[in-house]
């Protein structure tokens, strides 16, 4: 009963409004982009704060620091058709991320100390869906202080998968397995449990998907 995903779990399970911005390398939907032509960051799921603040619940020596998305300092932006913004945030124990928003689609690059940068490929991992990385990071580990080594990123990512119901998206909250290169664990899709499925799969030993388990 600890406060694990106490902020990303404030998302709703559906949301019903297109994305504002967005992200993936290479789009594939096949229907209009969202009509916004203006980039901006997601709504947070929290008043912003700084841009790490901690959580002081633990379970078995196990914490969470956060990341507010709102914080991030942009580095390039364009305005275009489908709008285009790069952000940048630091994280935890020399970890940070960049925020790719760009024709409907939302990415994220994860980069652990002393590396490059490394793309979640999320739009790619959906289909192309448009997309939005909503609220705030959840960096999860152990340690106090800086001591803290995350070994888990938790994220929410609304997608809009359904061609049939295009205003529709989904939320699903998505574990980073950060021990080696960064990449998906798994999408946690919607429903009473996704909170403790997700819990349950920060707090093991996360792997990679596998091309099989993609959508």
């Given at each position: 009963?600890?406060?694990?995903?106490?902020?990303?779990?404030?998302?709703?399970?559906?949301?019903?409004?297109?994305?504002?911005?967005?992200?993936?390398?290479?789009?594939?939907?096949?229907?209009?982009?969202?009509?916004?032509?203006?980039?901006?960051?997601?709504?947070?799921?929290?008043?912003?704060?700084?841009?790490?603040?901690?959580?002081?619940?633990?379970?078995?020596?196990?914490?969470?620091?956060?990341?507010?998305?709102?914080?991030?300092?942009?580095?390039?932006?364009?305005?275009?058709?489908?709008?285009?913004?790069?952000?940048?945030?630091?994280?935890?124990?020399?970890?940070?991320?960049?925020?790719?928003?760009?024709?409907?689609?939302?990415?994220?690059?994860v980069r652990r100390p002393g590396s490059d940068f490394t793309s979640l490929r999320l739009p790619e991992q959906r289909n192309g869906a448009f997309s939005e990385i909503a609220g705030r990071l959840e960096w999860r580990g152990s340690g106090d202080a800086d001591a803290f080594a995350p070994?888990?990123?938790?994220?929410?990512?609304?997608?809009?998968?359904?061609?049939?119901?295009?205003?529709?998206?989904?939320?699903?909250?998505?574990?980073?397995?950060?021990?080696?290169?960064?990449?998906?664990?798994?999408?946690?899709?919607?429903?009473?449990?996704?909170?403790?499925?997700?819990?349950?799969?920060?707090?093991?030993?996360?792997?990679?998907?596998?091309?099989?388990?993609?959508?």
């Amino acid at each position: 009963t600890t406060g694990l995903l106490l902020a990303l779990s404030g998302a709703g399970c559906q949301r019903d409004a297109p994305p504002d911005a967005a992200s993936g390398s290479a789009p594939t939907a096949s229907s209009t982009p969202a009509p916004h032509a203006d980039a901006s960051p997601p709504p947070p799921t929290v008043p912003a704060q700084a841009s790490s603040t901690s959580d002081d619940r633990r379970d078995a020596g196990r914490r969470s620091i956060y990341t507010e998305l709102s914080a991030c300092r942009t580095l390039e932006t364009q305005r275009d058709e489908g709008g285009y913004r790069l952000s940048e945030c630091d994280g935890p124990a020399g970890f940070s991320v960049r925020l790719v928003e760009a024709d409907g689609r939302h990415n994220l690059l994860v980069r652990r100390p002393g590396s490059d940068f490394t793309s979640l490929r999320l739009p790619e991992q959906r289909n192309g869906a448009f997309s939005e990385i909503a609220g705030r990071l959840e960096w999860r580990g152990s340690g106090d202080a800086d001591a803290f080594a995350p070994d888990v990123l938790v994220l929410r990512y609304l997608a809009w998968e359904d061609p049939q119901a295009p205003t529709r998206g989904t939320s699903y909250l998505v574990p980073v397995a950060l021990a080696a290169t960064p990449c998906v664990a798994a999408f946690v899709a919607p429903g009473p449990q996704q909170s403790e499925q997700a819990r349950r799969i920060a707090d093991a030993t996360p792997a990679c998907l596998d091309a099989t388990q993609r959508r």
